[in-house]
C-alpha cells in the first residue's frame, strides 16, 4: 500500500493535466491511476484507520515540485530554502560565492559539505565565475566530477574584476561542452555599461532612477548575440540568464530557430513589474540586474514563454542584497541590488501566467521541468511520473490573495513584492514523499535533503535536448 495517496486533483503530467491519483511510496512517485479506481478521502469507517494518509486535491492542480534553476541561497541557505519550500519550490540550483583565490571545484565541494546541509531542499549548484582570469587548468573536468550543474560567466561588472573575456568565454563553452556541464551566461556589455555610469555620475545624474539608463536594453541585446556568436563558434550549448529585453529574446529566438543549442531564462520580476518602479517612491527597493524594462519588453517575455522560446523561469533569488561599496551610497551605481524571489516565483508566475492565458501545462514545464532536463536532473526532479522523486504541490487557482509581510519566510525586512495580488494559492507541497507544508503551516521537517549531482541524474540524450521541442 502508498504511504500517501493525493487524490481528486487535475494531475500536470509530461503528456499533459490528467484527472488522476498520485500513489506515492518510499518517497517515490509509485503510480498513477484514474480516478474511478481509487475511493473518495475520508470514506474510510471510523475505527478502520489504516496507516495511508491521503490529500484531497478536489479543484486544484496537482504541479510537480518547482524546480528554480538560478538562485543565491548559499549567504543564508536555511530561511531562504525554508521560503522555498513554502513557496513550492522543492528544488534549487544555486550559486556558489567562491572566496578570493578559492577554486572552483574547491567552492563548489566546500558549498555541498558546509552549506547544503542547512538547507531543507534538495540542492544542486553552478560553480560562479568570480575571477575568469584565474580559471585553473583542468578546473571544469573536476567540477564535472564533483556533479555540479553548470559554470556562469559574467559579460559584466568589469570594475569587480568578474568581466569574462571572449577568449575566456569561447574557452569556458568548449570546456564545459567536452565535459557535459552547461555554461551559464550573464549577458550585458560591462564596458559600455561603465562607461555610461561614469557619464551620468559626470553629469551629475546620481538618484536611483539613473540606474537603468546605464544598463539600457541594448546592452543585454549586444551581450547576448555576441553569446551566441561564440557558442556558435565554439559549438557548445549556452544557457542565458535573466532573459530581460525583447531584442535579447529575438536573438535567442532566431538562433534556436537555426538549430543552435541554447535556452534563455526569464526571472519573476521581469514578468510581473516594470521600469516605471524607478519613478516612484521606493524605487531603491526595485534595483536588480539586468534593471527592470518596459512594459512592452515583458510582454515579449510572456509571449516567448507561451511561445516557448524561453525554457525556464528562475528567481534569481538575492538572499542578500549585493553592495558595491561599504558605507552610504554616493550614486545609484553604490546602490545595494537584488532581489528575493524564491518564494513567490510559483505563485506569481502561475497567477500571471494564467491570467495571460497560458496553459498550466507550459507554466509546469518552465518551472520546473524544464530548468531539470536543461541541467541534468530530470526525470528525477519536474516529473509526474512513477519513479521520480515525489516532489508535489497542489495549488489550488481559486483562491485569491495579497502577499503580506507574515507570509514569507525567507527572514529578510522587506520584499518588493508586499502589496501584489496574487490569484491562485500554493496549498500543499509534498517533499519526498512526506507533506510538509499544509495551508501555509510547517506541518513535517521531511526527509534529510539531498546533494544532487546533476550531469549524472540523467540520461545524455534528455540532457542534449531542448525542453518543449519534442
Ligand atoms: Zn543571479
Do not use: N
Not at 540568464?241 to 520580476?269: F, K, P
Request: hydrophobic share 40%.
Amino acid at each position: 500500500m502508498a504511504d500517501l495517496v493525493v487524490t481528486g486533483g487535475i494531475v500536470v503530467t509530461p503528456s499533459g493535466p490528467s484527472c488522476l491519483d498520485v500513489a506515492i511510496s518510499g518517497g517515490r512517485i509509485e503510480a498513477l491511476g484514474a480516478r474511478p479506481t481509487s475511493p473518495p478521502p475520508s470514506s474510510g469507517a471510523p475505527g478502520r484507520r489504516s496507516l495511508q494518509r491521503t490529500i484531497d486535491a478536489r479543484g486544484c492542480y496537482v504541479l510537480p515540485g518547482g524546480v528554480d534553476p538560478h538562485t543565491h541561497l548559499m549567504s543564508d541557505v536555511g530561511p531562504a530554502t525554508r521560503a522555498a519550500l513554502h513557496g513550492g519550490t522543492t528544488t534549487a540550483l544555486s550559486f556558489t560565492s567562491p572566496r578570493p583565490g578559492e577554486g572552483l571545484a574547491d567552492a563548489v565541494a566546500r558549498t555541498r559539505d558546509e552549506l547544503v546541509p542547512q538547507a531543507e531542499i534538495d540542492i544542486a549548484l553552478h560553480a560562479s565565475v568570480w575571477e575568469p582570469e584565474r580559471i585553473e587548468p583542468g578546473a571544469i573536468e573536476q567540477l564535472a566530477s564533483l556533479g555540479a550543474a553548470g559554470v556562469k560567466l559574467f559579460l559584466a561588472f568589469p570594475e569587480l574584476g568578474m568581466m569574462a573575456s571572449d577568449r575566456v568565454l569561447y574557452e569556458t563553452l568548449r570546456s564545459c561542452a567536452a565535459t557535459r556541464l552547461i555554461t551559464l551566461v550573464h549577458c550585458e556589455s560591462g564596458g559600455v555599461i561603465a562607461a555610461r555610469v561614469a557619464e551620468l555620475i559626470e553629469r551629475g545624474c546620481v538618484e536611483t532612477h539613473w540606474f537603468c539608463e546605464a544598463r539600457p536594453a541594448a546592452t543585454e541585446h549586444e551581450a547576448v548575440a555576441r553569446t551566441l556568436a561564440v557558442a556558435r563558434m565554439a559549438d557548445a550549448p549556452v544557457y542565458l540568464v535573466h532573459q530581460s529585453c525583447a531584442g535579447a529574446v529575438d536573438e535567442l529566438a532566431g538562433a534556436r530557430a537555426m538549430g543552435q543549442l541554447a535556452w534563455g531564462e526569464a526571472c519573476t520580476h521581469h514578468l510581473v513589474f516594470a521600469e516605471e518602479r524607478y519613478r516612484r517612491p521606493g524605487a531603491e527597493r526595485f534595483l536588480v540586474v539586468p534593471p527592470l524594462r518596459a512594459p512592452s519588453d515583458r510582454d515579449r517575455l510572456w509571449a516567448a514563454i507561451a511561445r516557448g522560446e524561453i525554457q525556464s523561469i528562475g528567481s534569481d533569488h538575492a538572499q542578500g542584497r549585493t553592495h558595491p561599496v561599504d558605507g552610504p551610497p554616493r550614486s545609484f551605481a553604490e546602490q545595494p541590488y537584488g532581489i528575493a524571489g524564491v518564494e513567490l516565483r510559483v505563485p506569481l508566475v502561475l497567477s500571471e501566467g494564467q491570467r495571460r492565458g497560458v496553459p498550466i501545462q507550459r507554466l509546469a514545464e518552465l518551472l520546473s521541468s524544464g530548468p531539470a532536463r536543461i541541467f541534468g536532473l530530470y526525470p528525477r526532479k519536474g516529473a509526474i511520473t512513477p519513479g521520480a522523486d515525489a516532489d508535489l504541490v497542489v495549488w489550488d487557482p481559486a483562491e485569491e490573495w495579497i502577499v503580506e509581510p507574515g507570509h514569507l519566510h525567507d527572514g529578510l525586512p522587506d520584499s518588493p513584492y508586499l502589496g501584489l495580488p496574487v490569484h491562485g494559492r500554493v496549498r500543499q507541497v509534498v517533499r519526498a514523499g512526506e507533506l510538509v507544508v499544509d495551508r501555509g503551516r510547517r506541518v513535517a521537517e521531511g526527509p534529510p535533503p539531498r546533494f544532487l549531482r546533476a550531469w549524472q541524474a540523467s540520461q545524455p540524450e534528455q540532457r542534449r535536448q531542448p525542453p518543449g521541442t519534442g
